[in-house]
């Protein structure tokens, strides 16, 4: 039995505080931390009308150590679930350091003045973390995470050499607005309008946004359009998976968004940088995300299917091989079950079997570690108990 402190109450922070109450024999005690208290008493009724159960809730400012560590002494949690931004993984990460209390997050940390994510400050915490005898689990989302779990499955299972790796995430889900984004808009909109990445043959091959497209067939969803990003997992893996020659990150996109995209980029609405508007100063990005609807509230509208997955392509006694495995999500279910669409479930519910994981002692190792440097199965026996089963597909001809 376990106790959990989770910081962050958007969309993400909703499903994960269902999972976790839905997962009581593991996780015995839940505090829920925001910036904004009433963000966690929303989901403190939520969870009492849904479940009868009763979940703390507090107040934190996730850039101030102090006030994080203030709060873990206090809470005395076995585990941290950051679910903030991931602007904050830093000090978060530091805060555990110094309480020496075990760490998660779902995406890899990002300097909020330069457009540009990593792993290298969080890896730089290894030694620290090995010392104070704590561990942090890093990327305990889908993507990075599942996607990365499904990589060691597939090395574990299926392969002797992995040599090419394409991961595919489409979203296949309509709003009904004209232009929305289906998580925090300032980090998704940085993330697709930055330069792509890939690595080959031992080097990082850097492309224009969106210059590189393919048409892939989403099984339960179709044909779509499927375009090059750089994407944190690729980093890792190629570090953990043996043989590989080849990481490549595709995500769907419709003309409609795209076009948007374009032009308040072209218009400097996607600025990161200051800039004076009527003796104030804003940044851009930022008043945008304020104009944009809000992703927690896009659940109730959002209808079709999500489908995240790993072509993998390599060697097997000597054989050529290929395998597909992918998870598909339903917007309307993951709804009905935790008030929030597919894009928020199937990063939440990572994020709980992670701290399962870390909690029932099945991946547990002092030090800074991702994901696919652990046992894959469990993890992936959770998934299909958690609500996102996973298909495999023999591609090899």
């Not at 039995?1 to 969309?11: D, F, Q």
């Not at 790796?165 to 808009?185: E, V």
Request: glycine fraction near 8%.
């Amino acid at each position: 039995m376990s106790k959990v402190l989770l910081i962050g109450a958007g969309g993400v922070g909703r499903v994960v505080v269902h999972k976790l109450v839905q997962n009581k024999d593991t996780f015995s005690h839940i505090t829920l931390a925001s910036r904004r208290l009433e963000s966690c008493q929303v989901y403190q009724d939520e969870m009492i009308t849904r479940y009868g159960v009763h979940i703390d809730i507090a107040q934190v400012d996730a850039d101030s150590v102090d006030e994080l560590v203030e709060l873990i002494k206090k809470v005395e949690p076995d585990v941290v679930l950051n679910i903030a931004l991931p602007y904050q993984d830093l000090t978060i990460m530091e805060a555990c350091l110094i309480t020496k209390t075990h760490y998660l997050d779902t995406a890899n940390y990002e300097h909020p003045d330069t457009a540009k994510f990593e792993y290298k400050e969080q890896w730089a915490y290894h030694d620290r973390y090995k010392d104070a005898g704590i561990m942090a689990l890093l990327g305990s989302g889908f993507d990075p995470g599942v996607t990365n779990v499904f990589c060691a499955y597939l090395q574990k299972h299926y392969f002797d050499e992995i040599h090419t790796i394409d991961i595919l995430d489409c979203n296949g889900g309509d709003h009904g607005y004209p232009f929305a984004t289906n998580f925090n808009p300032e980090i998704n909109l940085r993330e697709v309008s930055s330069n792509g990445r890939y690595w080959e043959d031992g080097e990082w091959i850097e492309t224009k946004p969106m210059e590189i497209k393919m048409v892939w067939d989403y099984p339960q969803i179709g044909k779509k359009d499927s375009y090059l990003l750089y994407h944190e997992e690729m980093e890792s893996l190629v570090k953990h998976i043996k043989g590989l020659k080849r990481i490549r990150f595709f995500m769907t996109f419709g003309e409609s968004y795209l076009t948007h995209m374009k032009c308040l980029e072209n218009v400097g609405m996607l600025g990161i940088e200051e800039v004076e508007h009527n003796g104030c100063k804003i940044v851009p990005i930022q008043f945008l995300k304020t104009l944009l609807p809000d992703p927690k509230t896009l659940g109730e509208r959002t209808k079709g299917k999500t489908n995240i997955g790993v072509v993998a392509k390599g060697l097997k006694d000597g054989k050529e091989v290929s395998y597909y495995l992918y998870n598909v999500c339903d917007h309307q279910e993951a709804f009905k079950e935790t008030n929030s669409q597919a894009v928020s479930y199937t990063t939440g519910v990572p994020a709980m079997i992670g701290a399962k994981m870390m909690c029932e002692g099945k991946w547990m190792s002092d030090g800074v570690w991702n994901m696919e440097q652990f046992d894959p199965d469990p993890f992936m026996d959770e998934l299909n108990k958690q609500g996102l089963p996973w298909h495999i597909e023999n591609l090899s001809s």
